[in-house]
């Protein structure tokens, strides 16, 4: 069974605060292999707005997700922020579904903003320091 476990949120506003390594990069078969074995339901649709089966799904419709996620993954790595539902206008759908699933090991923490004004402060602790260095230890590209 699968289920919805990317970024779902109700009608509050959550920021997630996350940390790719530098040398991360997704490939075609972690895709393949995220798709196949998640937990997450990852949805695939040709142009048409149909959902793709797994034996409709092209070289080249991979290679495509895989551009794309490492697009985004790149935009992460700038250290600007930005909102996540602004990816559906610069990128298929299948990529955005992708790409939730490829970053979520890479989330140190999540907060919510409800809206209602003030400052948030997120601590940067010793055990968060700790996380990032698995993160890097578990996905970084070893050469």
Known sequence: MK?????????????????????FK???????????????YIELYDPEGNELTE????????QTY????????DEIRTGDG???EEL???????????????LNPFIIRSVDVNGGGGTIIVPITRNIINEINEIDNQY???E
Request: aromatic letters at 14%; glycine letters at 4%.
């Open 26 to 40: 997704a490939t075609i078969p972690h895709l393949q292999s995220l798709y196949k074995n998640s937990s997450y």
């Open 82 to 84: 930005f909102d996540l």
């Open 66 to 73: 895989c551009d794309n996620v490492n697009k985004i993954l």
């Open 140 to 142: 970084a590209n070893k």
């Open 88 to 102: 559906s206008y610069d990128y298929d759908s299948g990529s955005t579904s992708l790409f939730n699933a490829v």
């Open 55 to 62: 034996d409709q799904l092209t070289d080249e419709m991979w």
């Open 3 to 23: 289920i919805k476990g990317d970024f779902v949120t109700n009608s509050s506003t959550s920021c997630y605060i996350v940390y790719v390594p530098e040398g």
